[in-house]
């Protein structure tokens, strides 16, 4: 059939689109550009911004749940402290109810001395007494009646005591015996109730936490002391866990830091250990982060009614982390969402931007095609941009001027003697690399030749890229130590090479290509001559306000004053060819890419060394070593 539409014509137009749509996308966000700088960096102040807020929502998610914790803690704790505190006073009544009951003031007295009588009474008295407390006094297991004169008994009559335990000889008995600065009612801490019979098994050898009240004669005199024992599981349950405490525990201390007071029976008696134990007594309530057996534990700690005891509750970081997990869950998702609407407005926003850009550029683009500088004016949406169009018209008719002027030309010579200096940089120690490569080869030593090998190759192609006038300072100090690795062998190791870069953003400071190695090997040949032993060589690099200077310092023979002077002078000026080739290369080629005011500077002292010192200008911008 003729006359008909090709059926590929449609493929070859979506084809061209999807090119045009591809360098687009290249160009924007792969290109250095504008739009991709305002982009970057919107996303990038944007993208911190969220993150900081993630990271301090997140932290705090954890820090507010520390803080639930920690006042839930206090709650129970102040509710355990204040059961404990009404319990102790229900004892101490009952304590005085006994401590101030004739019979047991006259037994402890004279036991031995009152006839069976009197004796039976004083006893049905004091059981009476007894059924009381053990009726109404639930926190308290048993209460011991101990006298001076030996006199024993508790609350069931010595039922279950053994008889012929001696009381007197222990140190729990006589410590109740003693004068103490709380009074006559105070705690003698937590002792083994040995005393009780074997068949009493849920007492006997069982820990007791034991609070005291002084029995008094009339004269004030201490006749003995009724020791009220207190069952430590119902003290225990009122330290009832929060919610938050899956692992942790509620406990009770002492004034000597012994633990009275445990949910696990078999701490009970220990003294509290862990590094951190003395903020316990920096002040009267608090909380800390401590490592408790490898496990990183919120410690919170409360006084109570009681002069010295402290109540403390443990809780692993783990449980609170483990809290927060949902809630940071959340926070994180939330993040996801707000970066990905983030970087979806910064492109809206980016290319919004970037459309009068693109149109100032395609105009640019479209100058010259007629072999024409002219620029068409036109008006684009921003201030700015119209500015910018403006001079850019009147430097392209500058521009046209100077190549009328035969401005191009002038920049033209001055690239090619550029290109020229460079190329006489010094590749003459070639054959010296040759024979110690061939004496290496010969004695057998393969790793070394190999080693030559590749720094003289790393050498020469560094020196032969012709591409990159300008590299990163840490590229040139590379250079030198394969060049300083070659002579090295060739002096059996008499050079040394140290460096002084206190700035270490200077090393991706950009100067001109092979500017440190002709002034190290100037260094070794005109400074150490051809028999080195003690070759020291110092490359410093600091930045200041004039540009980045590098000194290379070495200990050899000098230079006379005189010689000093005349080397400056011929270094730094146009058109004198010098004995030295390489210094007077290096410092031709600064100055005529970067102008007068930066060269070479030679400076030296006979018998002492010498330093020549570069300037350049900073290309890179890193901080400041020091003020000049």
Request: net charge positive.
């Given at each position: ?27 924007t966000?792969l ?38 914790i ?43 001395k009152?006839?069976?009588p ?8 004091i ?12 926190l ?106 899956n ?54 700690y ?17 449980d ?28 809206l ?39 910018i169009?403006?001079?850019?018209k ?37 054959f ?19 080693h ?17 006038e ?57 400074g ?8 020291k ?9 004039k ?5 290379i ?76």
């Amino acid at each position: 059939m003729t006359g008909g539409i090709s059926p590929t014509s449609p493929k070859v137009g979506e084809g061209d689109n999807m090119k045009k749509a591809a360098q687009f996308l290249r160009h924007t966000f792969l290109d250095r550009t504008i739009v991709r700088t305002i982009l970057i960096s919107y996303l990038l102040v944007n993208v911190l911004l969220l993150l900081l807020l993630g990271y301090l929502s997140i932290k705090d998610s954890t820090k507010m749940m520390t803080d639930e914790i920690i006042r839930s803690s206090n709650k129970v704790m102040e509710q355990a402290a204040l059961g404990l505190s009404f319990n102790l006073e229900e004892s101490k009544r009952s304590l005085v109810m006994l401590a101030g009951n004739y019979s047991v003031i006259t037994m402890m007295k004279e036991h031995d001395k009152i006839e069976i009588p009197s004796r039976l009474q004083h006893e049905r008295n004091i059981a009476e007494i007894a059924h009381g407390v053990s009726t109404y006094q639930t926190l308290i297991s048993d209460v011991l009646m101990i006298g001076k004169t030996g006199y024993i008994n508790n609350l069931d009559g010595r039922k279950t005591l053994q008889w012929d335990f001696p009381f007197l000889t222990q140190d729990w008995v006589q410590d109740t015996f003693r004068a103490h600065r709380e009074g006559s009612f105070f705690s003698i801490g937590v002792h083994k109730q040995d005393y009780y019979l074997e068949t009493n098994f849920t007492r006997y050898n069982q820990p007791t936490l034991s609070v005291v009240l002084q029995v008094k004669g009339y004269q004030g005199q201490a006749l003995g002391a009724v020791i009220a024992n207190l069952d430590l599981g119902k003290i225990n349950g009122m330290f009832e866990q929060s919610t938050y405490q899956n692992r942790g525990s509620i406990f009770l201390v002492d004034e000597n830091r012994n633990i009275i007071v445990h949910k696990d029976s078999a701490r009970i008696g220990e003294t509290l250990q862990f590094p951190s134990e003395e903020k316990l007594y920096e002040q009267a309530a608090g909380h800390f982060t401590e490592t408790i057996d490898g496990t990183e534990t919120l410690v919170i700690y409360q006084p109570t009614a009681v002069n010295g005891w402290k109540m403390i509750a443990t809780v692993p970081m783990s449980d609170i982390t483990a809290q927060s997990q949902p809630l940071k869950s959340n926070l994180t998702r939330l993040l996801y969402l707000c970066l990905i609407a983030n970087t979806l407005i910064s492109l809206l926003i980016t290319l919004r931007i970037s459309l009068p850009v693109r149109r100032l550029l395609a105009a640019l683009d479209r100058m010259g095609e007629d072999d024409s500088l002219y620029v068409k004016p036109r008006e684009y949406r921003y201030r700015e941009l119209n500015h910018i169009g403006n001079k850019f018209k009147e430097l392209m008719g500058r521009i046209d001027l100077l190549i009328k002027q035969n401005y191009l030309t002038q920049i033209s010579l001055k690239e090619e003697e550029l290109k020229t200096l460079q190329s006489q940089i010094n590749p003459h120690f070639l054959f010296n690399t040759l024979q110690l490569l061939q004496t290496e080869i010969v004695c057998g030593n393969t790793e070394e030749s190999n080693h030559i090998v590749l720094s003289l190759s790393s050498l020469f192609r560094y020196s032969m890229k012709r591409s990159e006038e300008e590299v990163a300072l840490e590229r040139e100090i590379n250079n030198v130590n394969d060049y300083l690795y070659i002579l090295n062998k060739k002096y059996n190791g008499g050079i040394s090479v140290s460096f002084h870069i206190p700035n270490r953003s200077v090393l991706r400071c950009r100067i001109p290509k092979l500017t440190l190695q002709p002034i190290v090997e100037n260094a070794i040949r005109h400074g150490f001559g051809e028999h080195v032993r003690e070759g020291k060589i110092r490359i410093t690099a600091v930045t200041g306000r004039k540009g980045l200077l590098l000194v290379i310092a070495d200990n050899g023979r000098g230079i006379e004053p005189s010689e000093v002077k005349r080397l400056n002078q011929h270094v730094n000026s146009q058109g004198q060819k010098s004995d030295n080739i390489g210094l007077y290369n290096v410092g031709q080629r600064i100055k005529l890419k970067y102008g007068e005011d930066y060269g070479i500077q030679i400076r030296s002292r006979p018998g002492k060394g010498t330093s020549i010192s570069i300037l350049l200008p900073i290309h890179g911008e890193p901080a400041f070593d020091r003020k000049e």
